[in-house]
Structures are given as C-alpha cells and as structure tokens.
C-alpha cells in the first residue's frame, strides 16, 4: 500500500533523478500485477502442481501424496478404457469439425447475402441455445430421446420409423451426443463467422457482378477467401471450446456409456479424480491431454501459418 | 456532336404528373431504335426511368440520351441522383418505371455483367486478397470458364491484361496486393480492370474524389486522354464543378433527382437553363439580383443596380444574373447621364441606368481574395445583398471599404424567371446577341 500511494505521488516529479528511475522501472510491473498474480495462483500454479501430481500417488484426502514416478503414465497405457477413450475423443473431434467450420460457415454466408429482418430473427433464433444453461439443455435432451416416450421417437413414428434408444445404443449415442452439442456449436459459430463476413466490403461484390460473376462465383473467389483464416481458427478453437459442452451432456445423459462408447479423455479424467479420487492418474490423463492438444494445435498454427506466408 | 435537345427542365412545375407535358417529345420509348443517338453501339437512353428510396424520389428521368463515342459529365450536389443513375445504368439498381437503353436494346433486365459496361468505383472496390493481375483479368478469366468456346483463351487474357497495364503504367505492379499500392496506383488499377474488359460504355463514379489535389489534376488530364484511345462512352459522376466542365464533351447537370440541362460544357456554362445551373457552375458562383421594370419598361432596376437591355425587358420582376469575371470594374459614372434617366432609381446612391445597354453596379469592397491569377472582391450593395467580382491579375486592386463601381456587358447578362428560376427567353446571354463580345473561350 505505502508502495501505491509512492508511485502515485511519484508521477508529478518523475524528473527527480535517483530513486524516480527505479520508480519509473517499477510503474508498469505494478500495473501488471493484478493479471500476473491471478494468472499465477489460478493458471500457472495449478499447470504446474498438475504436473507435478501426476508423478504422485494421491487420494485427494490423504494428507501426504507419495511419490511414485510415471506409474501414473504406465496405468494410463496399460487401462484399455483409457485407450478407448482416446480413440472416441478423436471420433468426437472429427464428428464436430464440419459442425464447427463447414456448417456455420455456410449458414453465415447464406445470412449475410439475404440481409434484413427475417435474417436478424433467424440469428436470433439460432443463436438462443448458446445462452442456455448446459446442464439444463442435456435435462431437457434427455426427456427428448426418452426410448418411450420422449417427444424424438414419438415424432419419428408420425413417418412410419420404429423407437430407437437413442443413448442406450452403443452405435449412434457418440453421435447423438455430437449433434445436440453441434447445435451450440452451430449457433455460436455463424455468429463467429458473421462476424468476419461484416468486414467483407459489399461493394465488392457490386464490382464482382460488374465483372460478370454468378452468385457462385461471388462465394467461391470473394466471400470463402475472405473466411479463409476465420475458418482455421474455428475448426482449431473448436478443439478446445466445444469439450465442456460436450462433457455436460455426457455426464447428464449417459456418463460415458452404454459400454463405453461415449466415453472420451475428459470425462474419463473426471472419473479418475472424482469417482475414484485417484488425483496422481487424473493428472497424468490431464498432461496428456494438454501434450496432445498442443501438438495439434501448434501443428495447424504452423501449417496455417506457413500458407499465409506464400500468398503474400 | 448530337446535341441533347430533350431535359427535364419542365418537370419542376408539374411534379405529380408522372409523364411530363408530351409536346416535344421523341419516339415512344418502346421504339428506341428510332433514336439516332441511342441506336449507336455505346449509346446510352434512359427512357422514363423513375427510382424510389421508400417515398423520396432518387431518380426521376423523362428522357436522357447519351451520345455514342462521347466523354460525359453527370454533375450535381450530393443526394441529387447522379450516383444513382449511374447505378441504374450499370444494373446494380433496378429501376421502378422506366427502361435503360444500352446501344438501342433494352437492357433494363440483364444482370451487370451481361450489359458490355464496366464502372469504376468511388473506393476503388478492388478484391483485397487478389494481386493486381488477378484483379484486372478476374471477369476475363470469369468469361473463359463461363463459356469455354467463345470465352478468351488463356493467351488471349494475357495480352490484353499486359496492354492494359502497359497503357496504365502497371506492368511493374502486377505482383502487388491492393494494400500495398498507393491511392493513384489503386487507382489506375480500378480503371484497368474496368476497361480489360473493352466495354462499350465506362461508366466512373467519382473516381478522382478519393486523390489528394495533385493527383487529382494529373488524373483528371489521364482519364482524357485514356477516352480519346479508348474511343467508348465514358460516363463519369461527380459532384466537382471545376471536374465537370473541363473534362467532358456532353455535360449532365442534375438537382433532385432530375436532370436540368445537357449539353456541352460550354454551352451549359454560358446559358445556363435555370439559376441552379446558374450558381452551381462556375467558381465564384454566378451573381443573382432581384430587379423590377422601372420607368418606361426598358430599364431594369434592384438595389445599387441598374440594366438597360437589348430588346423588351420583361414586364413583371425578373432575375438578373451576371458571372463575376465577366464584371468590370469602372470609374464611378458623373451625374446623371443619358436621356432616360430615371431619378427614383438613385434614392440611396444606386447607380442610374447606363446609357448604352448593359448592367450598372454599386457596392462597398467587403472581402478581398487574392488567387494567383487575379482577385475575387466580395462587395455589398446598399441593402446588404451581396455579390462577387473577379479582377484579373495586374489590374488595380480595391481595399475593404472602397466603393466600387462594375459594368457588365448586355451580352453577359443572364435574365431568370423570378418564380421558377427558369431562364427567360431567347435574349441576353443567347448566341447572337452580341456576336462581337464572344471572344471568350472555356474558364
């Protein structure tokens, strides 16, 4: 405190020469403080404990973890549930990638060049599921696909289609879960992708049919060129992004299974740390996840980047 | 040149009636090709076009030609509906009545790229992630894939993508972005992908309002002499007075959406049809007194100003305009001279009727500006109304305050409707009037 009210005092006088050069050196660090301890104690510091728990043996109540090297990496390898989780979160991935680039991409496009009030509503609309509280979306799912009775099956039997249990069956559960999460990621995305076409100068599109382009043409040369980086960012971010929604509708609707096959890395480390309170295994799954995450994204940056550089 | 005989002059009296009074004019619009100046390749009509913004009239156009072959000048304030008729010509606007005469074929429903015009762009509107080649032979390159057998060939493309740069002084720039060009470059890159294309009809909105001043003059004189190789209609739109007149053969003045007079320059500067044209043109702008018929009619009288005209004035209160450059100054008349001297005129020190025709002003000097080649001396009548006078360099130059007596010549007066401000008759000002005071050439 009686560093603040210096610095603050030392503003009229920064000219006095010996100690005002270090208060000057201090100013911005003091600005900076705030961020850089909350960053500390809430994302760093954790990254780093994370990292070190994994090489540890704890319960989450036992007063002293026990160190016990990469046993926690070697268990990893060796749980074929993990493996399999692994290789759902992949299905996962690529199942959501068209949803988050293709999909509100051409939603987006299909907005903008029809401007006006049946548009404003339409993204009104579209955009609602976004604001709604997760877990109460995947409750309201979950009366939806009811085998018996929920409102899915009964509108399929109006065209004639036999029940289905949806979440039940082993075969389409991932990809219900991937399509009513898609519905978000929809939504949120072709406002995303509205937002760069806004920046798309609509007198070039006037030049465009001056120069004898069909609306095609218009979309293929102009508009896709222009949503060119904002389609790599999305179908990166969603990578990242879109895993809390979909680990809030797994863990209402079907917590991983029927056998498994809803099962991916993220909610499996959730099980690791608060079904079986096994902290040191959770935090290797989480290093792992971070590791692999990484790659992929450094990967994309990398390739996108490079891209960049030759059109230019 | 074929001279625009047919404006719209007559539409400010009788707004309501869609069609204005059917008198002079020519084929029915359906017939186009009876029209010897829209028949020509290039040539453009508008023929009843009418376009709407919600209830306020943008465009409202009886009849417009546009000569084949010619460089014109669509001129006027913002928000008078030039940019609009040009929109409306190139086909980014469909208008709600009328039809658009391309050549004599209705063109009012094909898309832009189907009418043979190219338009440039106020902003340029060049495709930001495109080289400078990929914008100039995108619509070529657009045409080959459209219709592979008469589309141009790939060869094809690039010759006249190469010529094209080469006459716009390009062919170092080819590999650059947009962003990486300057304003004039952006510039003549917007021109070439417009004439790559060898239209019929160029068709520039304000293409020069986005240069800084040096630019401007030296695009100005680029954009002539590239019409003169090109040999096509070249339509371009501005709100510049000084652009208008010095750079197109065929002038276009519109207010309000109508147009108000056509001709070239010249001729639209030295006759202007109404006190709009009037004002608007020229720089100062034209000088415009209330005057009244005074003793036996001959003479017309308004505050420190006094007329005496060829021919019968008018007998009701009239208009009388006068350009400042073609004011000179003279030494105060002594007394009263000449035998109609009217001495109610003179109450207050305004001048009396001069004996030979032609008009007589008084005023005080209020605002001295100097220009380079002379000086614009603003001057105050006796009543406070307020005109200019533009004195030539080297002539002896009033100071604030001085009273200051000009002489305008019979046949450099303008006479207006006091009403309407329609130009009356076929009097002062008019070819032939005073064919010996013609020595004047463009400003």
């Not at chain 1, 990578?239 to 509708?249: A, E, G, H, K, M």
């Not at chain 1, 096959?261 to 902290?279: E, K």
Request: proline share 8%.
């Amino acid at each position: 405190m009686t560093q603040l009210s210096q610095v603050a005092g030392g503003r009229g006088v920064s000219h006095a020469p010996p100690s005002g050069r270090l208060r000057d050196r201090a100013r911005p660090w003091l600005y900076l403080a705030p961020v850089i301890v909350a960053l500390l104690v809430w994302v760093y510091g954790p990254l780093v404990f994370t990292g070190v728990l994994s090489f540890m043996d704890w319960n989450l109540t036992a007063p002293h973890p026990s160190w016990v090297g990469t046993d926690n990496y070697t268990l990893l390898t060796d749980d074929p549930r993990f493996g399999e989780a692994v290789r759902n979160t992949l299905v996962y991935a690529a199942a959501m990638l068209p949803f988050a680039t293709l999909v509100p991409m051409a939603l987006a496009v299909a907005l903008w060049k029809r401007p006006g009030r049946v548009s404003n509503v339409y993204r009104t609309l579209l955009f609602l599921p976004v604001v709604l509280a997760p877990v109460a979306t995947a409750v309201v799912w979950q009366f939806l696909l009811d085998p018996l009775s929920g409102l899915v099956n009964v509108a399929l039997g109006w065209f004639g289609l036999d029940p289905r249990n949806w979440l039940g069956d082993p075969s389409s559960a991932l990809y219900v879960i991937v399509l009513i999460t898609a519905l978000k990621v929809v939504a949120l995305n072709t406002l995303l992708f509205g937002a760069a076409l806004a920046t798309l100068d609509r007198g070039l599109l006037e030049a465009a049919a001056l120069d004898g382009a069909t609306e095609w043409d218009i979309t293929r040369h102009l508009v896709l060129p222009h949503l060119r980086r904002a389609l790599v960012l999305l179908g990166l971010l969603s990578l990242v992004v879109t895993w809390p929604w979909i680990f809030s509708n797994v863990a209402v609707l079907t917590q991983g299974g029927p056998d498994g096959s809803t099962d991916n890395v993220y909610y499996r480390m959730f099980l690791y740390a608060f079904a079986f309170f096994d902290a040191g295994t959770a935090s290797a799954a989480a290093v792992v996840i971070t590791a692999g995450l990484a790659v992929v994204l450094g990967l994309g940056l990398l390739l996108t980047g490079r891209r960049q550089r030759v059109v230019t | 040149m074929t001279h625009i005989v047919e404006t719209t002059t007559s539409g400010r009296d009788d707004v309501p009636a869609p069609i204005p009074p059917p008198a002079p004019r020519p084929a029915a619009p359906s017939r186009p090709e009876a029209d010897p100046a829209g028949a020509a390749p290039g040539g453009i009509t508008l023929a009843g076009v009418v376009k709407r913004y919600g209830t306020h009239l943008a465009l409202d156009v009886p009849r417009l030609d546009i000569p084949a072959g010619s460089f014109t000048v669509v001129v006027g304030p913002s928000g008078c509906g030039k940019s609009t008729g040009l929109r409306v010509v190139a086909g980014l606007e469909r208008p709600d009545e009328g039809q658009v005469l391309l050549g004599g074929v209705d063109v009012t429903g094909l898309e832009p790229g189907q009418r043979g015009v190219a338009l440039v762009f106020q902003d340029f509107a060049l495709y930001p992630h495109m080289t400078v080649e990929r914008n100039i032979d995108f619509g070529l390159r657009l045409a080959a894939r459209h219709d592979r057998r008469s589309g141009p060939s790939r060869a094809e493309i690039s010759t006249r993508v190469a010529e094209v740069c080469a006459m716009l002084g390009l062919s170092d720039l080819r590999r650059r972005l947009p962003r990486q060009l300057s304003g004039g470059e952006r510039q003549r890159v917007g021109l070439a992908r417009a004439i790559v294309r060898r239209p019929a009809v160029l068709l520039l909105d304000e293409p020069l309002s986005s240069l800084d001043a040096q630019l401007r003059q030296r695009a100005r004189a680029e954009l002539v002499r590239l019409h003169r190789e090109l040999g096509n209609t070249a339509v371009l739109v501005t709100h510049d007075q000084l652009e208008a007149l010095s750079m197109g053969t065929n002038l276009v003045v519109m207010n309000h959406g109508r147009v108000v007079q056509t001709g070239p320059p010249e001729a639209v500067y030295r006759y202007p049809a109404d006190t709009f044209v009037a004002t608007f043109l020229g720089s100062p702008p034209m000088n415009l007194h209330a005057v009244a018929p005074t003793g036996d009619g001959r003479v017309l009288a308004g505050q420190g100003l006094a007329a005496r005209l060829p021919g019968t004035p008018p007998p009701e209160p009239v208009l009388l305009g006068w350009r400042p450059a073609d004011g000179v100054v003279c030494a105060p008349p002594d007394a009263t001279a000449g035998d109609d001297a009217d001495v109610t005129a003179g109450g207050n020190g305004d001048p009396e009727a001069p004996a030979e025709p032609g008009a007589l002003l008084r005023g005080v000097a209020d605002v001295v500006e100097f220009t380079g080649d002379g000086t614009v001396v603003t001057c105050v009548g006796p009543e406070g109304g307020q005109w200019a006078v533009s004195i030539r360099g080297g002539d002896h130059v009033p100071a604030v305050g001085d009273v200051l007596w000009v002489r305008v010549p019979a046949a450099r007066v303008h006479l207006f409707d006091a009403d309407g401000g329609r130009r009356l008759g076929p009097r002062t000002g008019e070819p032939g009037a005073d064919d010996a005071d013609r020595g004047i050439s463009k400003r």
